[in-house]
């Protein structure tokens, strides 16, 4: 199996996200390689999701971008504060 470069994008076809591949996507549009509205067409994305992915990566990183890390970040968010 070929590993891709950290600047090449994913196929168009793509089916499961990993948070690398995500990342890629983000980097591109970064560098001004593709347009938000390109990778939305390209990979058939909502403007939510990216919009996602971008908020999530601002927030953590890239290892934000993973899907089980999301869910545990988000969650902490969630949990009330108890004191006293």
Same mark, same amino acid.
């Given at each position: 199996? +070929?590993? @891709? ?7 168009? !076809?793509?089916? @499961?996200?990993?948070? &690398? /591949?995500?990342?890629? #996507?983000?980097? *591109?549009? =970064?560098?001004? *390689?593709?347009? *938000?509205? /390109?990778? =939305? ?5 909502? #403007?939510?999701?990216? %919009?996602?992915? /971008?908020r %999530?990566?601002? @927030?953590? &990183?890239?290892?934000g971008?993973?899907?089980? +890390?999301v869910? #545990?970040? @988000? ?5 009330? !504060?108890?004191? &006293?």
């Amino acid at each position: 199996m +070929r590993k @891709r470069s950290k600047t090449e994008l994913p196929p168009p !076809n793509i089916r @499961r996200w990993t948070f &690398g /591949q995500k990342g890629a #996507v983000l980097e *591109a549009i =970064r560098r001004g *390689a593709l347009t *938000a509205e /390109q990778a =939305r067409q390209r990979y058939g994305l909502s #403007v939510e999701e990216l %919009d996602a992915w /971008q908020r %999530d990566f601002e @927030r953590h &990183g890239l290892y934000g971008l993973r899907a089980t +890390r999301v869910q #545990v970040y @988000r969650d902490e968010k969630r949990k009330p !504060n108890r004191t &006293g």
